[in-house]
C-alpha cells in the first residue's frame, strides 16, 4: 500500500489527523493540515537557554544532489548551530538547541486530551556539507508520561522513570545511528531493546528524512511498539514494549533536541558545523 511521503511514511488511510510543514506535502493532500514552521504554530515551548541556543529560521542552503520531482526544496527551515568545542546543553560550549513541541492545537488536542495510542512524527534534517560526525550526537524524537514527569526522561534519569518515555536518535561516528531510548526500566524493554542493532546509512547530500513511530501499550501488557524510518525505509522496528504503566502516561509530542555528546570533549564539535531542520509533520493514526 502506498505511502503518504518519507516525512510520513504511512498509508493514508490510516491516518486520524495530521499536519506538516511542508507545502509540497500539504498541497499533495487535503487531508494534511499545513502549519507554518513557528514556534507558536507548532506549540512549542520549555525552550532550553534561548539566548546561547537559539533556533532561528532560515532559508537553508541548497543539497549538493538534486532534489527529485518528488522532493521539496524547503523554504524555512530551523538552523542548529554547534560551535567548535561544544558537546551538550550543560557543558561551558553550548550547541545546537532544545525545546518541546506539542503541535498544533488540533494534534494536541488529539493527542493530550484524547489520549491518541499511535503517533506518527518526521521532519528533514540537513548537515553542512563536509560534516564530521566525530563521536556521535543527539536528534529529535517523540516523548511522553505522566504529566510533567514527561520532561524528565533524559540526561540519565534512572528514578520514576515508570512515568515517562523519550525516544531520540543518536547519530554515531560516519553517519550510523542508533535509538535513544528512555523506557519503564524492566527485564521486558531492556531484552527487547538490547536485540536492537545500530542502522547505518549514507546520503551523499548529508540529508536525511527522519520519521519515529510509536504505539502505547495497553496497561499491564507488553504490546507497545516503536519504529523508525530513514528516507522512508523502516530501519529499526520493535515490538513487545512496555511505554507505560499508567493510562495517565501519554505521548506529548515531540522532543525536538539536537547537540554533540556525551559529556566528555572527546564527543565535541572540532570546528563551528550547522544543521538545518524542516518538513516537521505529525499524525495521530487511528485505532
Request: charged content about 20%; hydrophobic content about 40%; aromatic content about 10%.
Given at each position: 500500500?502506498?505511502?503518504?511521503?518519507?516525512?510520513?511514511?504511512?498509508p493514508?488511510?490510516?491516518?486520524?489527523?495530521?499536519?506538516?510543514?511542508?507545502?509540497?506535502?500539504?498541497s499533495?493532500?487535503?487531508?494534511?493540515?499545513?502549519?507554518?514552521?513557528?514556534?507558536?504554530?507548532?506549540?512549542?515551548?520549555?525552550?532550553s537557554?534561548?539566548?546561547?541556543?537559539?533556533?532561528?529560521?532560515?532559508?537553508?542552503?541548497?543539497?549538493?544532489?538534486?532534489?527529485?520531482?518528488?522532493e521539496?526544496?524547503?523554504?524555512?527551515?530551523?538552523?542548529?548551530?554547534?560551535?567548535?568545542?561544544?558537546?551538550?546543553?550543560?557543558?561551558?560550549?553550548?550547541?545546537?538547541?532544545?525545546?518541546?513541541?506539542?503541535?498544533?492545537?488540533?494534534?494536541?488536542?488529539?493527542?493530550?486530551?484524547?489520549?491518541?495510542?499511535?503517533?506518527?512524527?518526521?521532519?528533514?534534517?540537513?548537515?553542512?556539507?563536509?560534516?564530521?560526525?566525530v563521536?556521535?550526537?543527539?536528534?529529535?524524537?517523540?516523548?511522553?508520561?505522566?504529566?510533567?514527569?514527561?520532561?524528565?526522561?533524559?540526561?540519565?534519569?534512572?528514578?520514576?522513570?515508570?512515568?515517562?518515555?523519550?525516544?531520540?536518535?543518536?547519530?554515531?561516528?560516519?553517519?550510523a545511528?542508533?535509538l535513544?531510548?528512555?523506557?519503564?526500566?524492566?527485564?521486558?524493554?531492556?531484552?527487547?531493546?538490547?536485540?536492537?542493532?545500530?542502522?547505518?546509512?549514507?546520503?551523499?547530500?548529508?540529508?536525511?528524512?527522519?520519521?519515529?513511530?510509536?504505539?502505547?501499550?495497553?496497561?499491564?501488557?507488553?504490546?507497545?511498539?516503536v519504529?523508525?524510518?530513514?528516507?522512508?525505509?523502516?530501519?529499526?522496528?520493535?515490538?513487545?514494549?512496555?511505554?507505560?504503566?499508567?493510562?495517565?502516561?501519554?505521548?506529548?509530542?515531540?522532543?525536538?533536541?539536537?547537540?554533540?555528546?556525551?559529556?566528555?570533549?572527546?564527543?565535541?564539535?572540532?570546528k563551528?558545523?550547522?544543521?538545518?531542520?524542516?518538513s516537521?509533520s505529525?499524525?495521530?493514526?487511528?485505532?
Amino acid at each position: 500500500m502506498a505511502v503518504v511521503s518519507a516525512v510520513l511514511p504511512i498509508p493514508l488511510n490510516t491516518i486520524q489527523y495530521a499536519f506538516t510543514t511542508s507545502q509540497l506535502l500539504s498541497s499533495r493532500h487535503s487531508e494534511i493540515s499545513h502549519t507554518p514552521l513557528k514556534d507558536s504554530a507548532l506549540g512549542v515551548h520549555k525552550v532550553s537557554d534561548p539566548k546561547h541556543l537559539p533556533h532561528n529560521l532560515v532559508k537553508p542552503p541548497a543539497p549538493i544532489a538534486p532534489p527529485s520531482e518528488d522532493e521539496e526544496l524547503p523554504e524555512e527551515a530551523w538552523e542548529a548551530i554547534y560551535p567548535a568545542g561544544s558537546i551538550n546543553p550543560s557543558a561551558p560550549i553550548k550547541g545546537g538547541f532544545g525545546f518541546y513541541l506539542s503541535g498544533p492545537q488540533a494534534f494536541k488536542e488529539q493527542v493530550n486530551d484524547k489520549g491518541a495510542q499511535e503517533v506518527v512524527v518526521g521532519y528533514e534534517v540537513m548537515f553542512q556539507e563536509g560534516w564530521e560526525w566525530v563521536k556521535g550526537g543527539k536528534l529529535p524524537g517523540i516523548f511522553g508520561g505522566i504529566g510533567d514527569f514527561a520532561y524528565k526522561c533524559t540526561g540519565g534519569r534512572s528514578t520514576e522513570r515508570c512515568k515517562c518515555f523519550n525516544l531520540r536518535l543518536m547519530w554515531r561516528a560516519d553517519g550510523a545511528g542508533e535509538l535513544y531510548a528512555y523506557l519503564p526500566m524492566n527485564d521486558t524493554n531492556t531484552a527487547r531493546l538490547l536485540a536492537v542493532p545500530p542502522f547505518s546509512h549514507q546520503n551523499p547530500d548529508f540529508g536525511f528524512t527522519i520519521a519515529i513511530r510509536a504505539k502505547m501499550n495497553d496497561v499491564g501488557s507488553a504490546n507497545g511498539e516503536v519504529e523508525l524510518w530513514v528516507d522512508g525505509k523502516s530501519v529499526i522496528s520493535v515490538d513487545g514494549l512496555i511505554l507505560r504503566e499508567d493510562a495517565e502516561s501519554q505521548i506529548k509530542g515531540m522532543h525536538f533536541q539536537t547537540f554533540f555528546g556525551g559529556h566528555s570533549t572527546d564527543w565535541a564539535s572540532p570546528k563551528d558545523q550547522r544543521a538545518w531542520f524542516a518538513s516537521v509533520s505529525g499524525a495521530v493514526l487511528r485505532r
